[in-house]
């Protein structure tokens, strides 16, 4: 299949930590979907973890083509992972809307981070 978008994202896990602390509830209800909110409440190292998904969203946003904001909302992308541990991105809402519109049948994502930076890569195909 065609590669149809590439989005990628890095982040300082500490400037993440920050908006966290300052504004914790309306952080995680923008940002973090359903499911990444019970994930949240189980996870240690907390701002990794918003790091990490904040790239995500951005980076997907990015491949999809329109950032953050009016075709596409954080909570529209969320990232679970399969049994093996590999990170699915699923997309909802508008940014789905979209995804449908322009014909855009997978996605691929990575995320990594390290002390003090956290990365994300996403590539969207089409038929």
């Known amino acids: 299949m065609p590669i149809a978008g590439i989005g990628t994202d890095i982040v300082e896990i500490d400037r993440i930590r920050q908006i966290y602390l300052r504004h914790p509830e309306k ?7 359903e499911s990444e909110q019970r994930d949240f409440a189980e996870i240690d190292n907390k701002a990794a973890f918003l790091a990490k998904r ?18 596409a909302a954080f909570v529209d992308f969320s990232v679970t992972h399969s049994a093996e541990g590999q990170p699915i ?27 003090a930076l956290a990365l994300a890569f996403v590539v969207f195909e089409t038929a």
């Open 89 to 115: 991105l699923d997309i909802q809402g508008r940014a789905k809307a979209l995804m449908q519109q322009r014909n855009l049948v997978a996605s691929h994502i990575s995320l990594s981070d390290e002390s």
């Open 54 to 71: 904040f790239a995500a969203k951005e980076a997907a946003a990015k491949a999809l083509g329109t950032g953050i904001g009016e075709h």
């Open 27 to 33: 952080f995680i209800s923008r940002i973090l979907s």
